[in-house]
């Protein structure tokens, strides 16, 4: 990468980073927690202050012209988030707001799955992901229990060797009594595409599919969540799917691996000069070395 394009980089990461009184604010931290409580840019600070000082009312109940704005204000931010998604049936769908995540995966689990299911049914999680995409699953199997109802859960397969859902293996898994499937988009720690468009033809078009898009909506192109991925599998956990720029570094044997190294090749800070990987979303990540190797189906790679 040329002085020209890093000085434009930089530009571009500063202009982000005006943005938030909290990040201007101590300018000498890099805040990477986003996925679980993201901050807030001025821009939101001020329609929240706007908000809260000239149309502080109920949405969806009152007449008066507060309560008329409140409910304006919301239908258009569904609207928006629809087209930022790129929803390509808004007519058909609807968008619900929650306090994040967490709550909007119970929310599916105990509102919709559990009024869904019927004895004998069967579902598949993700026992290898974040934990916030499994209890709410574990929960809804328990509260149909204590009614009488016996839901059998099964675990989603993956590939060791990619860390990917392995659709082959979940094609054999998926039986007659297969009423829904809980998916994550992005690894929560790998920061890898998990291939989720290969779920669908797994699984058939008959089956919900609930996809946790809490560390994809933000880092990849509008309409990702929704439409189909358009990533190849990578070799490895967590990897960038791109033309290694620093096969040197990171031990590929070919500029052609798909890994590795920060796009301008820099060299890895140190302690970490023997990590193997630039995952998209977490920065440099020490997994590489079998002493620091997570406890789960993906561990270790073939």
């Known amino acids: 990468m040329s002085g020209g394009d890093r000085d ?44 809260l000082t000239s149309a502080n009312a109920n949405a969806g109940r009152g007449t008066y ?26 007519d058909r769908s609807a968008v619900h707001f929650t306090s994040g ?37 574990l929960e809804a199997r328990r509260l ?11 675990a989603l397969p993956y590939q060791k060797a990619s860390g990917d859902y392995d659709h082959r293996a979940l094609a054999s898994a998926v039986g007659p009594r297969t009423r829904f499937v809980a ?19 797994a699984v058939g078009p008959q089956v919900p599919i609930c996809l946790d898009a809490a560390q994809s909506v933000g880092h990849l192109p509008s309409g990702s969540a929704i439409r189909r991925s358009t990533s190849t599998s990578s070799s490895s956990p967590g990897t960038r799917r791109s033309r290694c720029r620093a096969p040197e570094r990171c031990g590929h044997a070919t500029p052609a691996a798909p890994c590795c190294g920060p796009p301008d090749g820099r060299a890895p800070p140190t302690p970490w000069a023997s990590s193997r990987c630039w995952p998209h979303s977490t920065g440099w990540t020490r997994w590489a070395s079998t002493a620091s190797a997570p406890t789960s189906p993906l561990w270790p790679p073939a």
Do not use: C
Not at 111 to 121: M, P
């Open 183 to 201: 998916a994550t988009h992005v690894h929560h720690v790998y920061g890898g595409d998990m291939n989720v468009h290969r779920l669908r033809a």
């Open 144 to 154: 149909l229990a204590a009614r009488g109802t016996e839901v059998r859960i099964r």
């Open 65 to 90: 012209p507060w309560a008329n704005r409140t409910t304006e204000s919301i239908e258009r931010a569904r609207d928006r988030v629809k087209d930022f998604l790129g929803d390509p049936e808004p």
């Open 8 to 51: 434009a980089d930089g530009a571009w990461q500063r202009t982000v980073r005006a943005q938030f009184p909290i990040i201007t604010a101590h300018p000498e931290l890099a805040y990477l927690d986003s996925a679980a409580t993201s901050q807030k840019p001025r821009a939101v600070l001020d329609a929240v202050q706007t908000y």
């Open 101 to 137: 995540t967490t709550e909007g995966l119970r929310t599916v689990a105990r509102d919709w799955l559990t009024e869904y299911l019927t004895d004998g049914d069967e579902i598949l999680v993700p026992f290898a992901d974040h934990r916030a995409n499994l209890e709410p699953w």
